[in-house]
T-cell receptor, first 111, second 113 residues
């Protein structure tokens, strides 16, 4: 089936740890995005990538890093520099003009 | 700066009633506007898309309108069902360099039996 897959669905991080969230798509989309959603809040853009080996910071990139080595994959690393990482993370992909298709999200909790 | 404002922030209605959600935007130049439905703990799913030349578009019990002159859109839900309880997000896309979609904060709709 065509789609976008995020894993894991739930992730727990200890203080000071880096964790990586996976996002894979087989829709042949050029653009991929990472968003953060806090309770009762809208989606905020962390990073986006238009093509392989290129990505741009969004509105809240501090404490996060990404890579785009393959068209299908856009992993997000939440580093220890992100002081409040507990949130719901959504990955999306699109062509430059089509709708964005979203994964089912990863809920990250700091323990 | 491109912005999308939605109202109301939250809404509670009884099953079977109608409701209308609002979206105002400042994205320019405008390409398209989408309404997404997001169930709790899930990713958003597209309901409708509106382009510049379209005024009204329906998808079952959902009807979206667009006034490109005033930069306003609405989503009307008819004969609400319990499964309509969700967050409804307005997303506007610009042309060219502003292709990154701009998200509204969403309207949280609760439908009570």
């Amino acid at each position: 089936d065509g789609g976008i897959t995020q894993s894991p669905k739930y992730l727990f991080r200890k203080e000071g740890q880096n964790v990586t969230l996976s996002c894979e798509q087989n829709l042949n989309h050029d653009a991929m995005y990472w968003y953060r959603q806090d309770p009762g809040q809208g989606l905020r853009l962390i990073y986006y990538s238009q093509i392989v080996n290129d990505f741009q910071k969004g509105d809240i990139a501090e404490g996060y890093s990404v890579s785009r080595e393959k068209k299908e994959s856009f992993p997000l690393t939440v580093t220890s520099a992100q002081k409040n990482p507990t949130a719901f993370y959504l990955c999306a992909s699109s062509t430059l003009s089509s709708e964005a298709f979203f994964g089912q999200g990863t809920r990250l909790t700091v323990v | 700066k491109n912005q999308v404002e939605q109202s109301p922030q939250s809404l509670i209605i009884l099953e079977g009633k109608n409701c209308t959600l609002q979206c105002n935007y400042t994205v320019s130049p405008f390409s398209n506007l989408r309404w997404y439905k997001q169930d709790t703990g899930r990713g958003p799913v597209s309901l409708t898309i509106m382009t510049f030349s379209e005024n009204t578009k329906s998808n079952g019990r959902y009807t979206a309108t667009l006034d490109a002159d005033t930069k306003q859109s609405s989503l009307h839900i008819t004969a609400s069902q319990l499964s309509d309880s969700a967050s409804y997000i307005c997303v506007v896309r610009g042309q060219g360099g502003s292709y990154i979609p701009t998200f509204g904060r969403g309207t949280s709709l609760i439908v009570h039996p």
